[in-house]
């Protein structure tokens, strides 16, 4: 799709699951389960969204997937599906690692970093050599000393071996011309999402403030949010902002709509897909 003078593409790297209850926080089962049916183990599936944004001089690559690095445990506890992955999007576009120029990650959750490094001879490296990787300091900082609730949510041979590629960002800034960052605490405290902006037309990565359409409701947060109280204030304030600007909105975590427009009706926040699809 082109975006102004930019090209997007959503790429997927496979589909994982989580628990419906985490995934839904204080939303009683009885409601979600009609928009997102469990399996037998209570797990709701889940895409594992990526996008790529051609902006006319390099690729840009916003998350990174789950990748490979785990073992046949993980794989069962999160119902890991490699029904495509990132590596091979890329290479039906014709692209290599090489061909990256920035990853940007909007946090360092396990199912947002994957491939931000790969095994190769036996030793962990930066998969994107080219590239520079984009992370908030503050979530860097705490990827590497997570607190008892949440240190299951990160894995650091997933972002560490990256670190000579990293740069570390202090808040809300443009990456480089037509793409920035603004933090959104909630999910954790320096989550990030990515605004795309060309010639008049805007799209947002909006990351974990809302994993999939489901969650557009206010009060629809996830159990896994670090600060509850602030992932609905940050939807109050955004979710209608991106309806006046006629925004596409990429969810992270939506199977089925990756992709969509929203506006208000009747004093709430819906979504009409466009068709792109991971």
Known sequence: ?????????????????????????????ALWERKLPADGRNRVRLGLNCLLVHTG??????????????????????GVAKTTTLFVELEKRGLKPDDIGAVINTHLHFDH???????????????????????????WEHALHPTERDA???????????????????GSQEIMPGIRVEVLAGHTRDMQCVWIESEGESACFIGDLV???MHLPYPWIMAFDLYPLETLANKR??????????????FPHDVD??????REEDGKIVADPVGLTA
């Open 1 to 29: 799709m082109k975006l102004g003078k930019f090209g997007i593409e959503i790429l997927s790297d496979g589909t994982f699951a989580l628990d419906g209850g985490q995934m839904f926080g204080v939303v009683p089962k």
């Open 57 to 78: 001089t390099q690729n840009v690559l916003i998350e990174t997937g789950i990748g490979d690095k785990f073992e046949p445990k993980f794989t069962d506890i999160y």
């Open 113 to 139: 970093c994957g491939w931000n490094t790969r095994v190769e001879n036996g030793r962990l490296i930066a998969t994107f050599p080219r590239a520079r990787y984009y992370i908030q300091e503050g979530e």
């Open 152 to 170: 299951a949510s990160y894995r650091i041979d997933f972002f560490r071996p990256a670190e000579n590629r990293t740069e570390f960002i202090r």
């Open 211 to 213: 994993p999939t359409r």
């Open 237 to 250: 304030r955004l979710l209608p902002q991106l309806a006046e600007r006629n925004a596409l909105v990429i």
């Open 257 to 262: 709509e990756p992709c969509v427009r929203l």
